[in-house]
C-alpha cells in the first residue's frame, strides 16, 4: 500500500446556510483546491445522508464535480449514516493506497436546516431499525437518552458530568469561527438555578437541551493524495496512518449489553494497530458528541481511559485542551455542529489543523498525533481515523 | 393654538400598575433582570434599537425599525397605552419588548427585540411581557404576531397559540394569534422564570445607567453576503464569489 497525506483542506461554518447543497459541497472544495495548490483531480467522493429526501437531490457527487468544473474526473456520492464522513475518507484512502488514484478529493456536505427540526429529527430516525425501532417512534435523542440512564447507573454517571461535557464543548467553540453555537453556558446557568429547567429543559430525560447538538448545515474537504505529490506542494506532511471499521446489530436492544459500543471499541483497535499507535499516543482527539454521554462513553472504549472512568478523567479536566488528552477542541458536535454527512470529513479538518498548528487559540501544542470517532447510526457502523504528522 | 391642538393629538393614558422588576440566571451564569422603564428613558434606548434596523439577518431590520418607530411614539405621546419593558445584564441592554392595552381584557403584543442572541434572553423577556398582561393587568388575552421565523417558533409553536386570524393585528394587519390565560397557565411552570424581589445591588445596578449591547446581532459583510448566506459567519460563499470574479 502506498502512504496517503492530506494535501488541502477546506470548511464552511457549520450552522444555518441559505444556499443550495451543492454549493455547500462545493465551497470547501474551492478552498481546500487553494490550500493545496493543486488544480486537478483524479476523484470526488461527496459525503453525504439525506440530500434525496431533505433536498430532493440524489446524484450529489455528479453534480458537485461539474460545479467544481472538475470533470471528467470520477464522481461517487457516498452514503453511510453519520458515519459518512469518514467512511468517504477511507474510500478516498483506498483509492490512493491501491494505486489506482494520486489525487482524491473528500467532501461532506450536508444541508439539514431546508426543512424543520422535526423533519430532520424525523430523518435521521431512518437509521433506526425500520421495524424493531423506528415505527415504534424511536430516534436518536431517545436511544441516547435510554444508553444515558443505563450508563449512569451501571459506572455512576450524573446529569453534572453530562452538563460539564456541555459546558467545555461550548467553549472550546468560542474560538472555533466555523462553530454553530458562540455560547459560553456554566453549570449554574443549565443546572443549578431556579430558571435552569426553563434554560435547559429535558428532551429525552434524562438528556436536556444543551446535552443535544445543533441541526446544523456545513461541508467540509479534505484533499488526499501521494508522498510523491506532496513533496511538490509544500504542505505539511500530514499522514493518514490508520483506519478503522466496525459495525454493531442494528437494533440496539439486541446487544448483549447496550452501554457496550463494540464498534467504537473494534474500530479504534484497527484503527491503532495500524497506525501503529496506543490510544495514550494520541495527542489531540475528535469524538462523536452527538450527545454529551457520547463523549464519555466514546472516550473509554477508544481506550484514552478504563471503562467508567471517562467521567473521572472529564471531572479532572484531562480532556480540555491543554489537558491529557484533548477531546473535542473544536466544539466537537455538540457546540461545533453536527451536519451529519459534513461530521466525519469536519472531524478530520480539525485535527489536520491541529497537526499542522494552525488552530489558533484552540491549538494543542506540539500535537504530532491525532484521532477520529465517526459513530454512524448507534453505534452501529463506526469509523476511526489516526492521523499523524511526519517532518 | 398650539397646545390645544396637543392636547387632540394627545392621547390620555389609563392608569397602568406597574410590572415589579425580576431577574432570572441565564445559561451562561449571568443574572439578567427585567423592568419597565418610563418615557423618560426612553432617548438612552433609541441609539441601541437604531443600530439595528441595518442589520438585514433575521428580520431585525423591520423589527428594530418598528420597535423604533414604536419606542418614539411612546415618548412623544403618540400612541395609547404602551408599556416598555427591558430587560440588563450588569446595566447592559440585551432586549426590548413592549405592547398596549387596548381594552381592558385584550393586550396587544408589539415587539420583542433581542439584542444579545441565544441564552433565550428574548424568550425570557417575551414572558415577562406576557406575565405583565395576564397576571399584573389581569387580561384575559394578549394578540400577538411574528415578523421572524425565530418568533414564530418561540411565540406560537413553544405557547401554542390559538388562531385570532379574523382579527387583524396593529401590526402591518397581519392575522393575529392569541396567548390566552389559560396557554399562559399551561406554560407558567416551564417558559416563564424569574425572581422577586430584585437584590438592591442588581436594581441600582440597572437604573444607574442604560448600557449599550456589548455582542449585539452584527450586519452581514457585505451584500452578496446578505443575500446569498445571511447566516453564513465566516463568509465562504462570498469568498469564492470573490475570488471567482477576481477580487481576490
Known amino acids: 500500500m502506498r502512504e496517503v497525506y492530506v494535501a488541502g483542506i477546506g470548511i464552511t461554518s457549520f450552522t444555518r446556510l441559505e444556499y443550495p447543497l451543492v454549493e455547500i459541497a462545493a465551497y470547501p472544495g474551492l478552498m481546500a483546491l487553494r490550500d493545496s495548490g493543486l488544480k486537478k483531480i483524479d476523484q470526488l467522493y461527496v459525503a453525504n445522508m439525506g440530500s434525496g429526501r431533505v433536498n430532493a437531490q ?16 470520477g464522481a461517487v456520492t457516498i452514503e453511510n ?54 415505527i415504534y417512534g424511536v430516534t436518536l435523542p431517545s436511544l441516547a437518552g435510554m444508553f444515558a440512564r443505563l450508563y449512569m447507573e451501571k459506572y455512576g454517571v450524573t446529569s453534572r ?58 461541508g467540509a474537504c479534505l484533499i488526499l493524495t501521494t508522498a510523491e505529490v506532496m513533496k511538490k506542494i509544500n504542505k505539511p506532511m500530514i499522514r493518514i496512518a490508520g483506519i478503522g471499521q466496525a459495525t454493531d446489530t442494528h437494533a440496539v436492544h439486541e446487544r448483549k449489553d447496550p452501554t457496550d459500543l463494540l464498534a467504537v471499541r473494534e474500530a479504534a483497535r484497527q484503527s491503532f494497530e ?32 478504563k471503562k467508567g472512568e471517562g467521567h473521572i478523567a472529564l471531572e479532572k479536566g484531562e480532556t480540555k485542551i491543554g489537558g491529557k488528552i484533548p477531546i473535542n477542541p473544536s466544539g466537537g458536535l455538540k457546540a461545533k455542529g453536527h451536519p451529519v454527512g459534513a461530521t466525519g470529513v469536519g472531524q478530520a479538518h480539525e485535527i489536520v489543523l491541529q497537526l499542522r498548528g494552525e488552530a489558533k487559540k484552540r491549538q494543542m501544542q506540539n500535537a504530532k498525533i491525532g484521532f477520529t470517532c465517526n459513530f454512524g447510526g448507534f453505534g452501529n457502523n463506526v469509523v476511526c481515523l489516526t492521523f499523524i504528522k511526519e517532518k | 393654538m398650539s397646545v390645544d391642538v396637543e392636547k387632540i393629538l394627545r392621547p390620555i393614558d389609563t392608569s397602568l400598575p406597574p410590572f415589579p422588576a425580576k431577574f432570572m440566571t441565564l445559561s451562561n451564569g449571568q443574572e439578567m433582570m427585567v423592568r419597565q422603564v418610563n418615557r423618560d428613558e426612553i432617548p438612552d434606548i433609541l441609539p441601541h434599537v437604531e443600530k439595528l434596523m441595518h442589520v438585514e439577518r433575521d428580520y431585525y431590520h423591520i423589527v428594530a425599525a418598528r420597535v423604533y418607530a414604536e419606542l418614539l411614539a411612546y415618548y412623544t405621546y403618540r400612541v395609547q397605552d404602551e408599556y416598555v419593558l427591558i430587560a440588563q445584564v450588569d446595566g447592559e441592554i440585551v432586549a426590548v419588548v413592549n405592547g398596549r392595552i387596548v381594552n381592558p381584557d385584550i393586550g396587544m403584543s408589539y415587539h420583542t427585540l433581542a439584542m444579545r442572541r441565544g441564552l433565550r434572553v428574548g424568550a425570557h423577556t417575551f414572558a415577562a411581557k ?72 442588581l436594581l441600582a445596578k440597572a437604573h444607574a445607567a442604560i448600557l449599550p449591547p456589548t455582542d449585539p446581532p452584527k450586519p452581514p459583510e457585505d451584500l452578496l453576503a446578505a443575500t446569498r448566506s445571511m447566516l453564513d459567519n465566516t463568509g465562504t460563499s462570498l469568498i469564492e464569489m470573490k475570488r471567482r470574479l477576481g477580487g481576490m
Not at chain 2, 421565523?149 to 385570532?164: A, S
Open chain 1, 58 to 73: 440524489t446524484g450529489l457527487a455528479s453534480a458537485v464535480v461539474d460545479h467544481l468544473s472538475l470533470t471528467p474526473a
Open chain 1, 81 to 134: 449514516g453519520p458515519a459518512s464522513g469518514a467512511s468517504a475518507i477511507k474510500e478516498g484512502f483506498m483509492a490512493i493506497a491501491s494505486g489506482m488514484h494520486d489525487v482524491v478529493m473528500v467532501i461532506g456536505a450536508e444541508r439539514m436546516r431546508e426543512v424543520n427540526q422535526l423533519e430532520a429529527t424525523d430523518f435521521v430516525a431512518t437509521l433506526t431499525h425500520p421495524l424493531a425501532e423506528y
Open chain 1, 161 to 218: 458530568h453530562l452538563a460539564m461535557v456541555a459546558v467545555k464543548n461550548h467553549h472550546n467553540a468560542m474560538d472555533n469561527f466555523y462553530a454553530h453555537l458562540h455560547e459560553e453556558i456554566t453549570l449554574e446557568g443549565i443546572l443549578d438555578s431556579p430558571e435552569a429547567s426553563t434554560n435547559n429543559p429535558y428532551v429525552a430525560d434524562p438528556l436536556r437541551f444543551y446535552d443535544m447538538c445543533p441541526v446544523s448545515d456545513g
Open chain 1, 274 to 305: 495500524m497506525a501503529k499507535v496506543k490510544p495514550q499516543d494520541v495527542d489531540v482527539a475528535e469524538l462523536h458528541d452527538a450527545f454529551t454521554i457520547l463523549e464519555i462513553a466514546e472516550s473509554e472504549e477508544v481506550g484514552f481511559f
Open chain 2, 130 to 201: 406576557m406575565e405583565y398582561h395576564i397576571d399584573i393587568l389581569k387580561q384575559k388575552e394578549v394578540l400577538i404576531v411574528a415578523e421572524s421565523p425565530i418568533g414564530f417558533r418561540r411565540w406560537m409553536i413553544e405557547y401554542k397559540l390559538e388562531k385570532r386570524f379574523h382579527i387583524p393585528h396593529e401590526l402591518g394587519g397581519c392575522p393575529s394569534w392569541s396567548l390566552t390565560k389559560e396557554l399562559f397557565d399551561r406554560a407558567r411552570n416551564t417558559l416563564v422564570v424569574g425572581r422577586r424581589p430584585v437584590p438592591e445591588k
